[in-house]
């Protein structure tokens, strides 16, 4: 063990126990902390007399500077229960889990045999079938689990191994010893969050982090990292975590372990599968990916082949499989193994294929598709949990992680029953699992709560190594038999402690070492789509809210020139489906009101901050925590209710608080980020969508027929009176207006100010050029453009030209779109067929 410092030794004999004096084991279950006597163990000591040495207060002010750093990280985990999918904060519990030297060394063995028992039990299931020929293994098992895939049979894994990243829960027993509790095969989580809950807690006691000798496990990911890279055969080709979305509840998670990993974080719709391998659609065009970390489930991997609903995976990945092109971590199909039938059977098979007993065994299970073990299980069912053999089990019986028959009624028995009787294979019944219990930090003291381990392993060479650490969860209850972050459980790091002084090793270079970089890799054509897309949507609910100030700025107003003006605005809320096309003669509060809330209505601000806050939510790696916030910050207020009645003054606020955002986020953008690619397309969307919107207002309010005071409006709503005034000392007159609002180079509201950042933005992406020298077509788009600004008349401008200019803003999107954000094979858009 460590040795503790002089002041530590000093405070062991009283400060110890009365630090620990209030802490009650729970009764009849082992505490990780306490033996049996009430004693403190040996290896929990330094941990709890350096924490005593800095008392509740300090104790308090550390872990809540803990969790301040994950929430300032963005650490976050979504509640698939929420009907809003509200993304929670991370639970971390701050007092560590330890784990002693050498009992690290026998669970480690214990996890090493175990990952080399399901990839030999992987091998014959998708390979010869050997144990299902033998008897060892019940063909219902294998072929009735929703997991095989039967197009998957014959198919060797490229790179040799169906198993390279999996997991074991674990759990202690009454007899103090491990017990597994479930396997991890499919696409383990946790890891990327026992990562952040290291760092968060290394960065609250860096003292006793240090002092207490903590295995790392950076060199674990180090050895893992460079596992994945060493598939790549050829030097352009990507490594890359295949993730679901960001509503997956661990999203968070696969957007970290990618930047930690140094991967290319991807979904289904990033990647097209070719003749000669699997593709990353980027701006720049189709880039090779050789090996995908998978964070999907298989079923869903390959609509072609496997699930034809799936619309998360990338159609032809079976056949780029079967043809060596694309290594897949872990191999598709590998979630048979995680079924809890098998776990019945896993004990048997061990000598068998192993030639030895498992060293770490797992908790009593009895598949009760065997009608042998059936009877004689159900005839004690009380003191049995039964739970789904496969998965989440049949959807008509709903039995989550497993009951136990005692807590039945009886009619949930009766049901329960029959449902067995129907189909025997879909359920297994376990021993009820007793877990251990560690201590958390509750209301200035320490409590002690039940909790399971994650642990996880890599596949490196043709070994296996295992993370010294872990991923916990901890009940918050005493009672409970299963713990779930979705039902409100929380985390905790797992420090394995060293016999011997420790080296810090980790992932990030040392600054001696960096390598200067002022790019950051390839952008996918989706990101890229999402970028340009939250800036259209942020401009536009920006121009909805100038236009609801004019409005209810209006409001006051009684006289005869008011009237026309406020029916021009409406029409042109209506126009954009932001508020209802009869009003009925309803007054501009109530239509501005419309606007405000009218969820129904596609252009109103509720469904234009959401669908914002969408596109973002896909790239919310790419955006700064204070970013993301003011995203958030302006859902938040537009979706919040509004008093009852007109309320004018409250509507006011909520637009003027609203632009302040708007004005954050701007801000935000222009000057934190990387003003590469990414950055890029964000303005293009802005600029676009500004120009449109400028250009409609003008038509809207100076043309021929606009009502009086109209001029001034569109001042007011391009955000340009300051500068007329400056400029003229006199009352809006029309082509002065239209000079500063549609051809003003340098004023930043004007659609010439927008097409000229277009054309640099456009210059500056990739495919500025076509092979022959040329411009591109999305460039010709907008060089004819500029070419109308650049010559037209401010005073002669009429309607129909205005009217071309959107056209051409619009061919102008649309040709973005085409050559940047889809991929057109052996083709590129030209300006003829734009047209």
Excluded at 18 to 35: A, N
Excluded at 66 to 88: I, K, N, Q, T, W
Excluded at 137 to 166: I, K, Q, T, W, Y
Excluded at 337 to 362: I, K, Q
Aim: overall charge negative.
């Amino acid at each position: 063990m460590p040795a503790l410092p002089d002041n530590i030794l000093k405070l062991e004999d009283g400060g110890l126990d009365k630090f620990v004096s209030g802490y009650r084991p729970l009764p009849g279950i082992v505490d990780e902390m306490m033996d049996g006597d009430g004693r403190v163990r040996a290896h929990w000591k330094p941990l709890l007399s350096m924490l005593a040495e800095l008392g509740p207060e300090e104790i308090n002010r550390r872990f809540a500077s803990a969790d301040r750093y994950l929430r300032d990280s963005g650490v976050f985990y979504r509640v698939y229960e929420d009907p809003a999918g509200v993304e929670r904060p991370w639970p971390l519990s701050h007092i560590p889990l330890l784990i002693e030297p050498s009992e690290w060394k026998a669970l480690e063995a214990g996890l090493i045999q175990r990952a080399a028992l399901l990839e030999a039990v992987l091998a014959d299931a998708y390979g010869e079938g050997q144990l299902t020929k033998d008897g060892r293994l019940p063909a219902a098992l294998v072929a009735g689990n929703p997991e095989f895939l039967r197009p998957l049979v014959g198919v060797a894994p490229p790179g040799g191994s169906h198993l390279r990243f999996c997991a074991v829960d674990v759990g202690r027993g009454p007899d103090g010893r491990w017990w597994v509790l479930g396997d991890r095969a499919q696409a383990p989580s946790g890891a990327g969050y026992a990562i952040e809950n290291r760092l968060a807690l290394s960065r609250a006691i860096p003292d006793i982090y240090r002092t207490a000798r903590v295995k790392r496990v950076a060199p674990f990911f180090q050895a893992f990292q460079a596992e994945l890279f060493e598939y790549n055969r050829q030097d352009d080709a990507r490594v890359c975590l295949l993730t679901p979305g960001p509503m997956n509840e661990t999203y968070f998670e696969h957007a970290y372990l990618a930047r930690y990993l140094g991967l290319l974080l991807v979904e289904g719709e990033d990647l097209i599968v070719r003749n000669d391998g699997v593709f990353i659609r980027t701006i720049s065009g189709l880039r090779r990916t050789e090996v995908l970390l998978r964070r999907i489930d298989a079923d869903f991997a390959d609509p072609l082949e496997l699930n034809a609903a799936s619309r998360l995976g990338v159609a032809g990945l079976v056949q780029a499989v079967r043809d060596g092109k694309v290594v897949i971590a872990n191999s598709l199909g590998a979630g048979l193994v995680e079924a809890r039938a098998m776990l019945a059977f896993l004990p048997a098979l061990a000598p068998h294929v192993l030639g030895e007993g498992l060293l770490l065994p797992n908790v009593a299970t009895w598949w009760l598709g065997r009608a042998d073990v059936r009877d004689e299980i159900l005839a004690k069912l009380d003191s049995m949990v039964i739970a789904p053999a496969f998965g989440t089990g049949p959807a008509d019986v709903k039995l989550g992680g497993g009951v136990l028959g005692s807590e039945l009624d009886d009619k949930q028995r009766r049901n329960l029953l029959q449902a067995i009787r129907d189909r025997r294979i879909d359920y297994v019944a376990q021993e009820a699992v007793t877990l251990s219990s560690t201590p958390v930090w509750r209301d200035g003291k320490l409590q002690p709560r039940p909790f399971s381990l994650r642990l996880y392993l890599a596949k490196v060479g043709d070994g296996w190594q295992v993370m010294p650490g872990g991923f916990v969860r901890i009940a918050d209850n005493p009672d409970a038999r299963a713990i779930s972050l979705q039902g409100g459980d929380a985390t905790a790091d797992a420090w394995v402690l060293s016999e011997g002084p420790v080296s810090a090793v980790t992932l990030l270079p040392a600054p001696e070492r960096v390598t200067i970089q002022r790019a950051t890799g390839m952008l996918p054509s989706r990101a890229a789509d999402n970028l340009f897309w939250v800036g259209r949507y942020v401009e536009r609910a920006e121009a909805t809210l100038r236009l609801v100030r004019a409005l209810l700025n209006r409001v006051a107003d009684a006289g005869d020139t008011a009237g026309p003006i406020v029916a021009a605005i409406t029409e042109l809320l209506q126009n954009w489906s932001a508020a209802p096309v009869d009003t009925g003669g309803a007054t501009p509060a109530l239509v501005a009101r419309s606007v405000l809330t009218g969820r129904e209505f596609d252009g109103s601000l509720p469904r234009l901050v959401h669908f914002a806050r969408v596109a973002a939510s896909v790239i919310r790696e790419r955006f700064s925590p204070d970013a993301w916030r003011a995203i958030d910050d302006l859902v938040a207020l537009i979706e919040a209710p509004l008093a009852a009645g007109p309320a004018e003054r409250a509507m006011v606020e909520r637009v003027e608080a609203a632009l302040r955002i708007i004005s954050s986020f701007s801000g935000l953008a222009q000057e934190n980020m990387t003003q590469l690619a990414g950055w890029r397309f964000l303005e293009l969307g802005r600029r676009i969508e500004r120009a449109l919107q400028t250009c409609r207002f003008v038509r809207s309010f100076a043309e021929a027929q606009a009502p009086l005071g109209g001029l001034d409006v569109l001042l007011e709503l391009a955000d340009s009176q300051l500068t007329y005034r400056q400029r003229y000392v006199m009352i809006a007159a029309k082509a002065p207006v239209i000079d500063l609002v549609m051809l003003d180079p340098h004023n930043p509201r004007s659609v010439a100010f927008q097409v000229d950042r277009i054309e640099s933005h456009l210059a500056a992406l990739p495919k500025g050029q076509t092979p022959a020298g040329r411009l591109t077509a999305v460039q010709q788009v907008a060089a004819s453009i500029a070419t109308r600004f650049r010559t037209a008349d401010a005073g002669h401008i009429t309607d129909a030209q205005i009217v071309e200019i959107e056209d051409d803003l619009m061919k102008l999107s649309e040709a973005t779109a085409s050559t940047y954000l889809t991929h057109i094979e052996r083709s590129q858009a030209t300006w003829d067929s734009l047209s």
